[in-house]
């Protein structure tokens, strides 16, 4: 008899990345993958390719300098930062630390694939729980609480719908949680937020002893190819990161290039503007066309179509037109598809090729 995974693993679904375009094929837009549409900063490109330099050497295994950087960036202890190879690799550990086999872990039904996966992973039960209109509930969250609950992954704002909830309800989601839960609130797409209501977790932080905030390099500073993540925890969460992480899970030329992108607050800002105009002007002009658009507060849109039927043929139409958009079936939304905010001449061709298609269906 072969060896045997542990319990759980069997159970999981590999994840699947948004695609891309065909080797070899025709040239495609890929607005499958929520990356960025103006790019790495140019500091950030120029500090990758002086990093080459040194790739024979082991990088500093605390990513100190890094963790500096963000500390003073968004004013933290940078005793308090674990940095991880994508959020992804602390949502694992997070799992791998605090959870024994048949623990239970909430998430929201519309929430991360990787959350799943994680608790999976460690052959623990994920308790899904339904939301509102495609937002995650508090009230559903709080219900959904047992003896056997151990962690909460939120994603705030959320991916796929682009769904956020304001810091007064992730203040009372806390406050309604015992002491042993862990919230993981998972703040990916922070920076791109607009609403005065809203708090990415750091307030929480470094005020009880049982939140961490995630987030990530791979969005609005456009290093998702570097694998670039962090977490702002209590002390005793960061010792615990510490002890299980990577000896050297952030590579020379990613610390170096994470460095640089968040020190380029101009071209932060000038990508922040390009996705607040660009997500109105998408969001108005799909709507026009007949397409059910929600409000999103990340850098993509969920477009929601009468049926799964139209979705796919939707999908189709716009591949043939060099477009490459993501289903989420995967996510129980089959009659969705999500769009990413792209450059200027892709947000207007996908936007015309959305028309198009409309038409053709209505005709």
């Not at 640089?260 to 390009?274: E, F, G, K, P, V």
């Not at 996705?275 to 990340?298: D, Q």
């Not at 598809?337 to 298609?357: Q, Y």
Request: charged share 20%.
């Amino acid at each position: 008899m072969s060896p045997q995974p542990k319990p759980g693993i069997l159970e999981i679904s590999p994840y699947v990345a948004g695609r891309g375009p065909d080797p070899g094929g025709p040239p495609a837009i890929k607005l499958s993958s929520n990356e960025s549409a103006l790019g790495p900063s140019p500091a950030a490109v120029s500090a990758f390719e002086a990093a080459s330099a040194d790739i024979a050497i082991y990088p500093e295994g605390s990513a100190r300098l890094l963790r500096e950087a963000i500390a003073n960036v968004y004013g933290l202890d940078a005793g308090r930062i674990v940095c991880g190879n994508g959020s992804e690799e602390l949502i694992a550990l997070l799992a791998r630390i605090y959870l024994s086999p048949d623990d239970e872990v909430i998430f929201t039904r519309y929430g991360f694939l990787v959350y799943r996966i994680a608790t999976l992973g460690s052959s623990a039960r994920p308790v899904v729980v339904a939301e509102d209109n495609l937002r995650a509930n508090v009230d559903h969250i709080l219900a959904a609480v047992t003896p056997r609950t151990r962690i909460v992954y939120l994603a705030n704002p959320n991916n796929p719908t682009g769904t956020c909830l304001p810091a007064s309800e992730i203040e009372r989601l806390h406050e309604g949680l015992p002491d042993t839960v862990l919230l993981v609130l998972d703040a990916a797409y922070a920076e791109y937020v607009q609403r005065e209501d809203y708090e990415p977790g750091t307030d929480l932080v470094n005020r009880f002893d049982n939140v961490v905030m995630l987030r990530t390099f791979s969005k609005i500073y456009a290093l998702a190819g570097l694998r670039v993540g962090w977490a702002f925890c209590p002390p005793a969460i960061a010792d615990a990161l510490n002890r299980l992480r990577g000896a050297f899970n952030i590579s020379v030329p990613a610390q170096r290039t994470a460095m640089a992108a968040l020190h380029d607050r101009d071209h932060l800002a000038r990508s922040i503007a390009h996705n607040t105009e660009w997500k109105i002007w998408l969001t108005n002009n799909i709507r026009a066309a007949g397409i059910t658009v929600g409000e999103s507060e990340g850098n993509f849109l969920l477009l929601q179509f009468d049926s799964p039927r139209r979705a796919e043929a939707a999908d189709a139409f716009l591949t043939k037109r060099g477009f490459i958009l993501r289903p989420v079936a995967n996510y129980e939304l089959p009659h969705c598809l999500r769009l990413t905010i792209g450059t200027p001449e892709a947000n207007r061709g996908v936007g015309e090729a959305l028309a198009d298609f409309m038409r053709q269906e209505t005709s």
